[in-house]
């Protein structure tokens, strides 16, 4: 059964017709078998809102979301069927500076293949690869390095000797090219500098764009943070993971796992342990064995970690937010809310709420639960009393929240009992932040 992604492509290349594009960096001949890779096109200036029209108007879109650069215009389209595709269409082929690859003679290059949409030969696949890789301080991903390889090893020589000749290069062999090499990134920076197309004039162009675009980013966050709670047995490092997988592989996004808080301060035991030997203890302790009775000792190991959060935030909104990650939590502040113990803590819970208001609101929170006898099945690590006294509180906590926070900020309590129905549901959320 075709998805509504493939249905999507076929018809895009239908509307498309003629018109002068190429799609980059593709293997496959059939461009309806692909289902996970992203599309990139190379196109012109004049179809670029005829494509985005061609979107907006689809019957098979359920939702999309456009951001442009100087250089191109990505679209992030989501469909009824629940599948996905990112669609690149690139104006030019440029590295900060540096137009690496001159529309002019991609364009010269252009071929109709046997599935009837436009691409180029085989050695600019290979020169166009190469460089992108390279000039983004990588080498060239596998599965690209196994496609050349698959060709006579004389087909395998005119592609390096054609490759070496232009960029005034000496690399050997294309399986050296799957691993990054400094050298050879130096040597096509020189040489791509003498071309017509980086004229001193067009690089400081480029360069006003690249930084243009780089400052424009700071106003348009698209990193989220999406946090997964629930008492221990409860599944979260499962989903966790699997929603990680996702988010990376269908929906192309970057993704980083955290674990309870920031951590931009270190455990508090490793002030007298030492980094290393404080995480395997914490490793080898098991949770709620901490012996902290409370009073000053306990007020103090919070607002501890309670600056952690506070000036964390800060920390993981630069480094992970404005860059794009998704940001996936496993526990967060609401531990210290509920289940202060946990954290050696014992303090009273209506302080560690009243101050979540200053303690940066993400924008999915998860709280997972299950049948008592279903978690001590997983985990013996609590009697049945606490689970359900602290299932109980968690949801009431969550209820409380989702009632009282705007609309940008979502606080679910999902009983995780069949995995995959599971997963449905925190991706059926996930979609419509991300």
């Known amino acids: 059964m075709i998805t509504n992604k493939q249905h999507f492509i076929k018809q895009l290349f239908k509307a498309l017709g003629e018109e002068k594009y190429i799609v980059l960096k593709h293997l496959d001949e059939k461009m309806e078998d692909d289902s996970s890779a992203d599309l990139d096109l190379l196109i012109q200036e004049k179809d670029r809102s005829a494509i985005v029209t061609f979107t907006s108007e689809n019957e098979v879109v359920e939702r999309w979301i456009r951001k442009d650069t100087s250089s191109m215009t990505q679209l992030f389209i989501h469909f009824k069927d629940n599948s996905f595709l990112q669609l690149d269409l690139l104006l030019k082929l440029v590295r900060v500076e540096l137009e690496y690859l001159d529309l002019e003679t991609v364009f010269a290059d ?107 980013g700071v106003f348009q966050v698209g990193g989220r943070i999406i946090t997964f709670s629930g008492v221990d047995g409860a599944g979260k490092s499962t989903m966790i993971e699997l929603t990680k997988e996702i988010l990376s592989n269908k929906y192309r996004k970057k993704v980083v796992v955290l674990r309870h808080r920031p951590s931009v301060l270190p455990i508090i035991s490793a002030w007298r342990y030492g980094k290393k030997k404080a995480e395997q203890r914490a490793t080898e302790t098991l949770p709620h064995s ?121 606080y679910l309590s999902i009983e995780n009992i069949q995995k995959e129905q599971t997963l449905k549901t925190i991706l059926h959320h996930c979609k419509k932040v991300i």
């Open 290 to 410: 901490g012996n902290n009775k409370g009073g000053i000792g306990s007020l103090m190991r919070f607002f501890y970690y309670y600056l952690d959060y506070l000036f964390g935030q800060f920390y993981v909104y630069t480094k992970y937010l404005m860059k794009g990650y998704i940001v996936l939590y496993d526990r967060y502040y609401f531990d210290f809310i509920i289940d202060g113990k946990r954290s050696n803590l014992q303090i009273p819970s209506g302080l560690s709420k009243a101050l979540y208001r200053f303690v940066q609101k993400p924008a999915l929170n998860f709280f997972l639960y299950a049948d008592v006898g279903i978690i001590r099945a997983r985990k013996k690590e609590l009697p049945a009393k606490t689970i359900v006294k602290m299932t109980n509180k968690y949801r009431t906590l969550f209820d409380e929240l989702n009632r009282s926070s705007p609309e940008t900020t979502r």
């Open 110 to 216: 252009r071929i109709k293949n046997e599935s009837g949409f436009y691409t180029y030969s085989l050695s600019l696949l290979f020169e166009h690869v190469a460089l992108f890789n390279v000039l983004n301080y990588s080498g060239i991903p596998r599965k690209y390095i196994a496609h050349f390889l698959a060709f006579p090893k004389e087909k395998q020589e005119a592609l390096l000797e054609h490759f070496n000749h232009k960029y005034h290069t000496a690399v050997k062999t294309i399986a050296e090219l799957e691993h990054y090499r400094p050298s050879l990134h130096e040597q096509l920076i020189q040489n791509l500098k003498t071309k017509p197309h980086n004229a001193w004039h067009k690089r400081i162009k480029h360069y006003a764009e690249y930084f243009y675009d780089k400052l424009s």
